[in-house]
Each structure stands twice: as structure tokens, then as C-alpha cells.
């Protein structure tokens, strides 16, 4: 059974897409109109910095705990503060929530797909299969030295307790969860969409950093690194033996500009950022190993919180020598005009929430 199964997910009326982060709570509301691009009529945001200093206080971990007392009583204030009208959502799982994977199978017929799909992820998924949901895309095909044809699928396994502690939450928030997609799907969706462009994304969060590969308008390569933006944080309070909040706080003020008062923050940090860097060059060396015939990546997308550090673009063009832009999201919704000023920064942050919007 597919995710979106399990919800009806293939209804296209879902107005709220909620993105529950380690540290926030994303939400936006959309009015969709034939004919029409989708309107943003409504958005907010809660981040909790307690995870600065208690690690083992993030909304939710990559080891699968989540703490649904916090979650819900986080999303009851959110919605009680924005005043949504829409009470059905759509709401994102986060990467490490779930298994993914590229499998080969022999070329079937259309008919034949789904239960092909199923016998391969039984062999490969770490979970026994009527405990998880699963989700596939043919993402490629090819020819072996004997002529036979193969279909290359991305399969995402989610284990189904998960889902009905999600399903918990949202229920206890006072809404209707209509689906759930794991981010790197909505991510695709809100900053790629169709555009055939090989390229990077590079999700920088609080407490993990997603790394995708897009080509011809799919996903083809989803990881992710524990490096992140709180990994900068917390070399800068212990270098300078400063309380963590100070130091994100000088991270957001002062990036990796690297002049004057300036560098040493930047000598500190930089470290952290190449390791992320690293990460994205082992994703396309396994990219490339998955898919030999893959195009050369022409561009990098910075999204997340992390990408609106000073100096970033700066730095990842220094070192990969191809073009990198920022998240633009908002490209493909209409909004009201006195949000503009806000747009920079909230795209990096509404991302998800607004491919999940989308769906």
C-alpha cells in the first residue's frame, strides 16, 4: 500500500501543508483557484531553541523519537495563532523517518508493477513489509550487456507507528491529516517541479542537512548528514565558551563573511561547512554510481534555515564552481504584496511547507 493510500492522498484540495521540523513547526495556507496560480493567504512559524542546549529536546530525532505531547501542544498554539480556516492538512516526514533506496527490476508491464515493486522491497527493506507504508517512482531504466531492460524505482518505506503517531497529533491539534510526504518529495516539488536541470539540493537544518539529486524533473538521489546548522552553533559556544544562544545569535549576524572581527567566526565555522560539502560530493559519487549515464549536476539549490548564513553562496560557488541560488518557492505561488520584503528569508524556511501545499 502507498502512503498516500492510507490517507486518500490523492485529492488536490489540501489547503494547509504543515512541516514539523527537529526544532519548528512550519505551517502556510493556500488557496488553490482553477486556472490560477496558488495564492499564499497564510503562513506562520514556531522554533523552539531549547534543542540548543538540551539536545535530547528536539521535537524529534533521527533515532525516531518524537515527542507527541510537545509536537501537538506546539501545533495546537501555532494554528491558535494564525487562525487558519482550512482544518484538513498535509504534513511532512522528515528524511531520516524513513528508508529509501534505489532498486532495479526486470522491465515489466504497467499491470505487473506494483507487485514487482513489493516482492524487490521485501528483499531490501529492514522492516518486516505489512509494518510499513511504501511509496515508489520509476526514476530511470537500462539495458545490461545481455539486452535485458531494467527499471531503476526510488522506494521510501515508513514504518506504520510513525505514521500513527503523526496521525495522533494532528487529531489531538484539532485537524484533519489528509497525507503525509516525506520532505524530500516536497522539496522537489516546490523548488524544482519539472525543470530537467541536473541538480543539487542542499536542505541545511537545525539538526541534519538533506541532500537530493534532481534530474529530468525527478528526484533520483535522496541522503542526509548530521551535520548542520547546529553543528555551527555549537563549535562557535565552545570555541568562544559562550552560552549556545549567544553563538546563534552570532551566526545569523555575522556568517562567514571572514573579514576583520569577522574571521575568526569564520575559521571556526568553516570546518563544519566543508564538511557538509564532503557529504554532497559522496552523494554524487554514489548518484553516479547508481546512474552512469547521469548528467553532469549544472547548479546547486541552498534551502533551510542554515542557507541564509552570511557568506554562503559565496563559499559554495568557491568550491564546486557551478551556479548557486537560493530557494525561491514563492516563484510559484501569488501573494499578497506587503510580504515581499519577507520573501528572501522565508523561502529558505517555508520550502517544504509550501511544496507540501502543492501536493
Known amino acids: 500500500m502507498k502512503i498516500s493510500d492510507i490517507f486518500g492522498g ?3 484540495s489540501v489547503e494547509l501543508g504543515v512541516d514539523i521540523g527537529t526544532t519548528a513547526i512550519k505551517l502556510v495556507e493556500v488557496e488553490r483557484l482553477t486556472g490560477s496560480q496558488p495564492r499564499l493567504v497564510n503562513y506562520g512559524m514556531l522554533e523552539t531553541q531549547s534543542a540548543l542546549l538540551r539536545a535530547n529536546t528536539a521535537l524529534q530525532t533521527s533515532t525516531l523519537k518524537i515527542f507527541e505531547r510537545d509536537i ?3 501545533l495546537k498554539a501555532l494554528i491558535a495563532q494564525v487562525g487558519p480556516k482550512a482544518k484538513t492538512a498535509v504534513a511532512s516526514l522528515p528524511s531520516f523517518s524513513a528508508f ?15 507487485q514487482t515493486v513489493i ?20 526514476v530511470g531504466e537500462y539495458t545490461d550487456a545481455n539486452g535485458n531492460k531494467f527499471f531503476q524505482i526510488f522506494l521510501v518505506s515508513v514504518p506504520q507507528e510513525q505514521i500513527k503517531k503523526y496521525q495522533r497529533i494532528f487529531s489531538e491539534a484539532g485537524l484533519t491529516l489528509r497525507a503525509l510526504e516525506v520532505e524530500s518529495v516536497s522539496l522537489m516539488r516546490s523548488l524544482i517541479a519539472n525543470d530537467p536541470t541536473p541538480t543539487y539540493i542542499v536542505d541545511i537544518g537545525s539538526l541534519s542537512t538533506g541532500i537530493l539529486v534532481a534530474e529530468g524533473g525527478q528526484l533520483r538521489f535522496s541522503g542526509q548528514t548530521d551535520f548542520s546548522g547546529s553543528s555551527l552553533t555549537q563549535a562557535l559556544a565552545t570555541s568562544l565558551n559562550i552560552n549556545p544562544l549567544r553563538a546563534e545569535e552570532l ?36 548518484y553516479k554510481t547508481q546512474f552512469p549515464d547521469a ?19 559565496k563559499y559554495f560557488r568557491d568550491q564546486f564552481k557551478i551556479p548557486i541560488v537560493k530557494a525561491a518557492p514563492f516563484s510559484k505561488f501569488s501573494y499578497p504584496v506587503n510580504l515581499e520584503p519577507l520573501v528572501p528569508e522565508l523561502s529558505s524556511y517555508l520550502s517544504v511547507a509550501m511544496g507540501l501545499a502543492l501536493k
Request: proline share 4%; aromatic share 6%.
Open 10 to 12: 490523492k485529492n488536490k
Open 100 to 114: 529509501t533506496t534505489i532498486i532495479s527490476i526486470p522491465a515489466v508491464d504497467p499491470k505487473e508493477l506494483e
Open 119 to 138: 516482492y524487490q522491497a521485501r528483499q531490501v527493506i529492514p522492516s518486516a513489509i505489512d509494518e510499513v507504508a511504501l511509496d515508489w517512482s520509476k
Open 72 to 74: 501537538a501542544d506546539y
Open 251 to 286: 551566526k545569523r549576524e555575522r556568517g562567514i563573511i571572514g573579514t576583520g572581527a569577522n574571521y575568526e567566526l569564520s575559521t571556526i565555522m568553516l570546518p563544519f561547512l566543508d564538511a557538509i560539502i564532503s557529504e554532497v560530493r559522496r552523494a554524487e559519487f554514489s
Open 295 to 313: 548528467r553532469n549536476i549544472e547548479r546547486l539549490i541552498l534551502s533551510g534555515g542554515g542557507s541564509n548564513l552570511l557568506g554562503i553562496e
